[in-house]
């Protein structure tokens, strides 16, 4: 367990819907990182929070919206799904006190749209 | 921004031979390189890290290699054994804390055969 905790496992849902990933980080963790990953695609980074404020921005669409919440979960939201929106999705933490670069992956979310 | 170019994309070896996955990155100002493996349905584990006041580091049958000069970075990993069968990634950021965004290269799937 890294510490790192992402729900859903998975989702499987049809097009045009909308869902929402969660991440809760590590504890102590001020940092969050969302990274899509497709099937041929390497890591694909997609936005950064840090202590509930958006950090960086990657490759985003607009169809797809995030925020770090007071207790520091975050929340990926994905709307009108297209096919192609098909992908692992990783969340990842990082800044712990006294800690210096790198990341601690969760487990992801495996979003299936039909 | 940064754009890390990772080679080969797959690569096949017997077990017991050497395995060498090569990076380069475009920032100069990068100075943080980590490692990261990715077993199959998996999160990606970092497994080692260089900092670019470093050329080279070891952790048993892995090791990392560093070239400031030429933007390039190195993984080899010696005596490899099946349980090696994985996505590697590696990456660079600029910076030295957990606010820099992680740039990854695509990614190399490297095979162990028995």
Redesign the interface.
């Known amino acids: 367990d890294?510490g790192v905790t992402q729900t859903p496992k998975h989702l499987i849902t049809a097009t045009g819907q909308r869902v929402t990933l969660r991440c809760s980080p590590r504890s102590g963790?001020?940092?969050v990182?969302w990274y899509q990953q497709s099937l041929d695609?390497?890591?694909q980074?997609l936005i950064?929070y840090?202590n509930g404020e958006e950090?960086?921005k990657?490759n985003i669409l607009e169809r797809f919206s995030a925020q770090q919440f007071p207790d520091l979960h975050s929340e990926l939201n994905l709307s009108s799904l297209e096919l192609g929106d098909s992908a692992l999705y990783?969340c990842a933490?990082?800044?712990?006190a006294g800690?210096?670069?790198?990341?601690?992956?969760?487990?992801?979310t495996r979003l299936t749209v039909v | 921004g940064e754009n890390v170019e990772q080679h080969p994309s797959t690569l096949s070896v017997q077990e017991g031979d050497s395995a060498v996955i090569k990076c380069t990155y475009s920032d100069s100002a990068s100075n943080y390189f980590p490692w990261y493996k990715q077993e199959l349905g998996k999160r990606p584990q970092l497994i080692i890290d260089i900092r670019s006041n470093v050329g080279e580091k070891k952790d048993q049958r892995i090791a990392v290699t560093l070239n400031k000069t030429a933007k390039h970075f190195s993984l080899h990993i010696t005596e490899t054994q099946p349980e090696d069968s994985a996505v590697y990634f590696c990456a660079a950021t600029r910076g030295d804390s957990g606010y820099s965004t992680l740039t990854f290269g695509k990614g190399t799937m490297l095979l162990v055969s028995p």
């Not at chain 1, 800690?99 to 992801?108: I, K, L």
Request: aromatic letters at 20%; hydrophobic letters at 30%; a positive charge.
């Open positions: 890294s963790d001020l940092s990182y695609q390497g890591l980074f950064q840090y950090r960086a990657g990783f933490s990082s800044l712990r800690q210096v670069g790198g990341y601690t992956f969760g487990s992801g």
